[in-house]
């Protein structure tokens, strides 16, 4: 396992690539957030429970995040149901990335190459070249099937910020977590957002669970980090910054069964815009591609 130096392990200020958040939008069907209908196979039905939802969405998406860039991981199915939301996003200078086919948990290597198989069309002609697991999902043999459809980066784990991992060919820029003892010497795939990760003092802030619960403090930690020279990766949904129609009562139901979901369903859109009016933000793969710049330049040997 190779990690690239940059941020707080890294090994020279002055080639430090300028710190910034790394705002990711995973751009989901509301109902992705229940997990009651992983299993809805019917195209028509799965379009008509979304409502229109993540057309109308879009626009003010776009609007809020006005000159700053962010990227896109999109669930295929909504390109399929609404081919100008990939093309919109593509067109506003925003990264389009991959965060699945259709919602549902892709840990197992077998479902993601199914689902890899379904998105390959639309990510050639976009070519897409980042990943965001489902609910931050992935194992260890997932990266060479994701190297091996054309991925170069996936950002599907959490750990602490400033860690940019080298995985079968592939980089895995993590979700950032505050790690309140000592930084994990382990970065090995799968790392959700679980007990595990809560017990061996990771907070996983950069989980929009977190940013619903305490909006001020997790931009009190971004603004540290930055100040540390770290690129911290956070994550936000379409249905925190637009409401959906009759949310909170379709949503009842599973928030009542499981109150973990409730975060979720807070409006975020104010602390993005505080966030966009303080802070430097780009997408993943801007970030990635000025770190593979500054170390191809350091370890091209002086003539
Ligand atoms: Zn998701």
């Known amino acids: 396992m190779k ?26 069907p509301w109902f992705a957030l229940t997990r009651r209908y992983d299993s809805l196979v019917d195209p028509q039905q799965r379009r008509d429970l979304d409502g229109g939802f993540t057309l109308r969405a879009l626009d003010p998406i776009l609007e809020m995040l006005g000159e700053a860039k962010a990227s896109f991981y999109l669930v295929g199915e909504i390109g399929g149901w609404y081919p100008e939301i990939p093309q919109k996003i593509a067109a506003a200078g925003h990264e389009l990335g991959l965060h699945c086919q259709f919602h549902r948990p892709l840990v197992d290597e077998l479902e993601l190459a199914k689902d890899l198989a379904a998105s390959a069309a639309w990510r050639a002609q976009y070519h897409v070249q980042g990943y965001r697991a489902p609910m931050v999902g992935i194992s260890e043999a997932a ?14 784990i959490y750990a602490p910020s400033g860690q940019l991992i080298e995985k079968s060919g592939m980089l895995e820029l993590p979700v950032s977590t505050l790690s309140l003892f000592n930084r994990p010497a382990e970065l090995t795939a799968p790392r959700n957002f679980s007990p595990r990760l809560l017990a061996g003092g990771e907070v996983p802030y950069g989980s929009s669970f977190m940013i619903g619960l305490m909006p001020k403090l997790i931009l009190k930690i971004l603004e540290r980090e930055i100040r540390a020279g ?26 009542a069964s499981h109150p973990l979901l409730f975060p979720f369903t807070l409006r975020k859109s ?16 801007t970030y990635i591609e000025e770190i593979r710049m500054q170390n191809a330049a350091s370890s091209t040997p002086a003539s």
């Open 230 to 255: 770290l690129s911290p990766v956070i994550i936000m949904h379409p249905y925190e910054l637009v409401r959906p129609e009759s949310f909170l009562r379709r949503m009842g139901r599973d928030v």
């Open 3 to 28: 990690r690239y130096k940059n941020g707080r392990d890294g090994y020279n200020s002055a080639a430090m690539i300028s710190p910034r958040v790394l705002l990711s939008i995973d751009y989901e």
């Open 270 to 285: 104010n602390f993005l815009k505080t966030l966009l009016k303080y802070f430097p933000v780009s997408p993943l793969l």
């Open 143 to 156: 990266y060479p099937l994701l190297r091996d459809a054309g991925f170069s980066y996936s950002s599907s």
